[in-house]
C-alpha cells in the first residue's frame, strides 16, 4: 500500500496510539502528495502526475536522516484535471470539490495535533487551488504552517538535459515528464508511440503567452491533437534517472527546511 514511499514513513502504517503519543508532533512534516489522473499522450499512462509525486517523495524520504520526523500521507490521485477532459479517461474533481478535500484532511491533521503540512502537487493545472487552500488554512489556524509546493519547483538540474525549446515550451508529456516515468514506472511508458507538438506560436514581441507572467486560459484541445504538449521523442532512461536523483535531492533540501521553519511574532521565519 506504501508504493514508492519507505513503509516507516508511511503514515497509514501508524496506529492511533502512536500518533497520540509521537514527541514533537508541532515540528514533524506532513506531507500531502496531490496528482491527477489524466491523459498524457498516446505513450504514458494517465497516472503519470501521481506516479512523479510518490517516486520523487519516496525517493527524497529513503535519502533523508532518520532524525528528521517526516510522514507521507496516502497519495490523493484525482485533482482538477478539466482542462484535459477532451480526452478519454481524464477524471477530474472541481476546484470546489478539491478544495473541501484538502481542507478537510488538512483540518485532520491539525486535530491529530500537527503543524506543519506541505501540500506537495504534481500537477501544472492547479497549482492556483493549493495557493489558496494553504492561506486559508493559516488564517483559520494561525499556528498551522501550510506550504503549497509544487513538485518540479525545487532546485533540480532537468532544464540542462532538455534543448531550449523543449525548456521553454515543453509544457505535458514532453521530454522531462516521459524521462522520468521511464526511471520511475519503465513498463507503463510505449515509447515506440511517442510524438512531438508543440502549442502554436505566439506572435513575435506579443506580451501574452499559453504559460506564464500573462497567460490566456487554454483547454488541451485548442494547443495539441495527441494531448502532447512537447517532445516525447528525445525521451531516455538516462535522464530521468538523473531528473528523479535530481529532484528527489532538491525535496531532501525543502523537507529539512520545513523542519526547521518557526514562525515568529512578526510573521518571520525563525529558523
Known amino acids: 500500500m ?10 497509514a502504517y501508524l496506529t492511533w496510539t502512536e500518533i497520540q503519543e509521537m514527541p514533537n508532533k508541532e515540528n514533524v512534516v506532513i506531507i500531502q502528495p496531490v496528482g491527477a489522473i489524466e491523459q498524457h499522450g498516446p505513450h504514458l499512462p ?5 506516479a512523479i509525486g510518490v517516486g520523487v517523495l519516496g525517493k527524497a524520504l529513503s535519502k533523508l536522516d532518520a532524525s528528521i520526523p517526516a510522514y507521507a500521507l496516502p497519495t490523493l490521485y484525482y485533482g482538477k484535471s478539466n482542462e484535459h477532459w477532451h480526452f478519454p479517461g481524464t477524471i477530474t ?8 478535500t484538502i481542507m478537510e484532511v488538512a483540518e485532520s491533521i491539525y486535530r491529530a ?12 493545472g492547479q497549482p492556483q487551488v493549493m495557493q489558496m ?38 509544457m505535458h508529456a514532453g521530454d522531462a515528464e516521459t524521462s522520468i516515468m521511464l526511471a520511475i ?7 515506440d508511440k511517442a510524438v512531438a507538438e508543440y502549442p502554436p506560436e505566439q506572435p513575435e514581441g506579443s506580451l501574452l503567452s499559453w504559460e506564464g507572467r500573462l497567460p490566456v486560459a487554454w483547454a488541451t484541445k485548442d494547443i495539441s491533437k495527441s494531448g502532447v504538449i512537447g517532445d516525447a ?7 530521468g534517472d538523473r531528473i528523479l536523483e535530481s529532484v528527489s535531492d532538491g525535496w ?9 521553519f518557526r514562525y515568529g511574532t512578526d510573521g518571520v521565519n525563525r529558523v
Open 2 to 11: 506504501h508504493s514508492f514511499i519507505p513503509p516507516e514513513r508511511f503514515f
Open 46 to 50: 494517465l497516472i503519470v502526475d501521481a
Open 93 to 100: 474533481l472541481s476546484t470546489e470539490t478539491l478544495t473541501a
Open 113 to 124: 495535533g500537527f503543524r506543519k503540512l506541505a501540500l506537495m502537487n504534481s500537477h501544472g
Open 133 to 170: 487552500v494553504a492561506r486559508d488554512l493559516h488564517v483559520k489556524y494561525g499556528d498551522f504552517a501550510v506550504f503549497p509546493l509544487f513538485t518540479w519547483r525545487v532546485p533540480h538540474i532537468t532544464k540542462e538535459l532538455l534543448t531550449p525549446k523543449e525548456a521553454t515550451q515543453g
Open 185 to 191: 514506472l519503465p513498463d507503463q511508458v510505449q515509447l
Open 233 to 239: 521523442t528525445t525521451a531516455t532512461r538516462e535522464k
Open 252 to 260: 531532501v533540501q525543502v523537507i529539512k527546511e520545513i523542519y526547521a
